[in-house]
């Protein structure tokens, strides 16, 4: 949804030239975007579901690092394959299954999949390893997905700041931007005050 935004106000920004404004508003949809974000907010809490559900998979006396492992690669095996799925679909409908005999392709791609999927999977062994901090039914028990899944926001947005990917968007856009993560911080923070 933030994306969303950023890219509708980018699109005021005296930075861009007639052509990339022109090659901007033909790939904007408020409404895909909003259901692609939605979406987006209920796959999560689902994998959250498959996790709580993988409990029984639980290794226990083995270290709490790997604890959560075999429930974690049940759901994602699940991603993996509906992923799959709709990329094979893709490639039918586009044409496109030549591009797998593109060799010069692989070394890149395969770099940066490994080094993204690695850096996505790490996230679920801290997650693994904070849960065994937390006393059962405690208020921060309760809210370790959304308190993951607001720094996986957070951070992204703070990386992409940094790394200038805002560039072109208007200080209003940037403003609504911070004005979110400010408040998806203080919703982290705000039910441990009581």
């Keep these: 949804?933030?994306?969303v935004i950023g890219y509708a106000g980018s699109l005021r920004s005296q930075n861009m030239t007639e052509e990339e404004k022109r090659a901007a508003v033909k790939d904007f949809a408020l409404t895909k975007g909003l259901a692609v974000a939605l979406l987006a907010g209920v796959m999560s809490a689902c994998f959250n579901l498959g996790l709580e559900a993988g409990r029984p998979l639980q290794v226990e006396g083995v270290n709490p690092l790997f604890r959560t492992l075999p429930a974690t690669l049940m759901v994602t095996l699940g991603g993996l394959v509906t992923n799959a799925a709709y990329c094979l679909w893709q490639n039918a409908?586009?044409?496109t299954f030549g591009d797998y005999g593109k060799v010069s392709l692989y070394a890149n791609n395969?770099?940066?999949c490994a080094?993204?999927?690695?850096?996505w999977y790490s996230q679920f062994f801290g997650f693994g390893i904070g849960q065994t901090f937390f006393?059962?039914?405690s208020v921060v028990a309760a809210f370790?997905?959304?308190i993951l899944m607001a720094l996986n926001v957070t951070f992204s947005n703070v990386w992409g700041i940094l790394l200038k990917e805002w560039r072109g968007a208007s200080g209003k856009t940037v403003g609504v931007l911070v004005c979110g993560l400010a408040i998806l911080i203080f919703s982290l923070v705000f039910p441990n005050l009581f």
């Design 1 to 3: 949804g933030i994306a």
């Design 93 to 95: 409908r586009n044409r």
């Design 110 to 112: 395969l770099l940066f």
């Design 115 to 119: 080094l993204a999927g690695g850096l």
């Design 135 to 137: 006393e059962p039914g």
């Design 144 to 146: 370790a997905w959304c």
